[in-house]
Nanobody, 116 residues
Framework: QVQLAESGGGLVQPGGSLRLSCAAS????????MGWYRQAPGKQRELVTT???????NYANSVKGRFTISRDNAKNTLYLQMNSLKSEDTAVYYC??????????WGQGTQVTVSS
């Protein structure tokens, strides 16, 4: 089982930057595909980006070129660097850990609000 805890959310002006972190515990972090998802009010949860155990990344078109996912397996931590933030990036951001043999796990989420 994996426990995930996101941090780093907050209020930022359009064009600004934030860095989210997701601390993992309880299992072998490096074997999981890790991802960031987000859910805006009144909308379904959507994929933002993922990174495999081998380091391959995938991004939603809406964040390509602005967001960067990374992982530090030594620290059991996942990161999301968000630059050039827009109002439409406002959402609760969730960390996910997935492994075909061990299941899928979610953090509690962290709020990101982009507003002037």
């Amino acid at each position: 089982q994996v426990q995930l805890a996101e941090s780093g959310g907050g209020l930022v002006q359009p064009g600004g930057s934030l860095r989210l972190s997701c601390a993992a515990s309880g299992s072998i972090f490096r074997i999981y595909t890790m991802g960031w998802y987000r859910q805006a009010p009144g909308k379904q949860r959507e994929l933002v980006t993922t990174i495999t155990s081998g380091g391959s990344t995938n991004y939603a078109n809406s964040v390509k070129g602005r967001f960067t996912i990374s992982r530090d397996n030594a620290k059991n931590t996942l990161y999301l660097q968000m630059n050039s933030l827009k109002s439409e990036d406002t959402a609760v951001y969730y960390c996910n850990a997935a492994n075909s043999g061990r299941g899928s796990y979610w953090g509690q989420g962290t709020q990101v609000t982009v507003s002037s």
